[in-house]
């Protein structure tokens, strides 16, 4: 049946290519500006830009909100790592009465203002199960599942664009590692994703699996709420100050980065540092031989920025310890042979990417990690008007940068081509 129908709207779009004047086909959208996958910061920022470029698009986002990753699987102290000026989307700053660093409900808020201002409606609870670059059309073709109405059962429909602009980002998917006894340990063991705040953990033995920031800021919040808490720690880390002589450590960075070459400044930030944190080495947290910029540059490792939990690591309120071997009933066995008894494991092991699940070429994403094969700056267009927003690893400044870039490109190209030039009553031809 679905063959029949795509073969009876190739033959309705063979008659009008230029997608004018296409007749309606029951469960097919003719969209004749870019559709976008997700409504996260990324989505947002490239809808808004398209906007000022005067293109319409249809933002298609999985869950009933937009930036579902801040709304739905975010614990409650998370703040803004970063100064909110280097976290601003594109054409609207964070309003001025807000602080130097946002926290969650403040940047949910934000993200909610701008898509009022610049009139983005996603299509929510749409969930896109595959897309694919039709070569006889031109187009693509994006097929997606509606969960609304389930009562009814589900609904599919099949979008066809001819630019189609990925911006599900790098975390897309819980990543939760296998470990030998997680069936016989009988404690909860969560993924930060489902941790809202330590106060479900108070006065519990709680082991933080992962030493990135939201590791090292869940160990912060299980202190401040009488758990105590326990750090894995398998690798190499570097912890910087969050802010230097009255900077920002990023701000300075950046600053400094414009006149100096990236491995002074990495001298410079880890003198600061051992400065001002002191030798973390003497408290389990080995530096990498690579500087934190360096290493952020090379494979996209970002520092953590100390928001009080070193101070709780040199009092012993948070302990240390090595990769886990084992776990047993109750209890971790860790690498160097000691066993502890733990009544929580929080896995703090980040997220993915999951474009290859539903997206089928071969060029752009790599099937091994989600992300665009070409290397920042050049990972965000890929052929056959294919687009890439939020995996530069580069947080929200590589977002909006991605953004820009892409409303730009499909700018010059409708300019060049007056014909593609849509409605402004409504992107859906068809519906």
Known sequence: MEHCRCREIEGKLSHDHKGRAVSSVPGFSFVPGPVIVGAGPSGLATAACLKEKGVESVVLERSDCIASLWQRKTYDRLRLHLPRRFCELPLMGFPRDFPEYPDKGEFIEYLESYARRFGICPRFEETVEHAEYDALLGLWRVRSMSSKGEERGARTRTYLCRWLVV????????????????????????????????????????????????????????????????????????????????????????????????????????????????DTARFGLNRPKLGPLQLKNLNGKTPVLDVGTLAKIKSGAIKIRPGIRRLRHHSVEFADGRIERFDAIILATGYKSIVPHWLKEGKMFSEEDGLPRQPFPNGWKGGNGLYAVGFTKRGLLGASADARKIAEDIGREMARNPSLQQPSSSPLLIS
Not at 180 to 190: C, N, S
Not at 211 to 221: H, T
Not at 244 to 269: A, E, I, N, Q, Y
């Open 167 to 278: 911006a599900t980002g790098e975390n897309a998917e819980a990543v939760v590692p296998e470990i030998e006894g997680m069936e016989g340990f009988g404690e909860v063991i969560k993924h930060t994703s489902l941790y809202r705040s330590g106060k479900e953990f108070e006065g519990k033995r709680v082991l933080v699996l992962g030493c990135g920031n939201s590791g090292m800021e869940v160990c912060l919040d299980l202190c401040n709420h009488n758990a105590m808490p326990s750090l894995v720690v398998r690798d190499t880390v570097h912890v910087l100050p969050r802010e230097m002589l009255g900077w920002s450590t990023f701000g300075l960075s950046m600053w400094l980065l414009k006149w100096l070459p990236m491995h002074l400044v990495d001298r410079f930030l880890l003198l600061m540092s051992w400065l001002i944190l002191g």
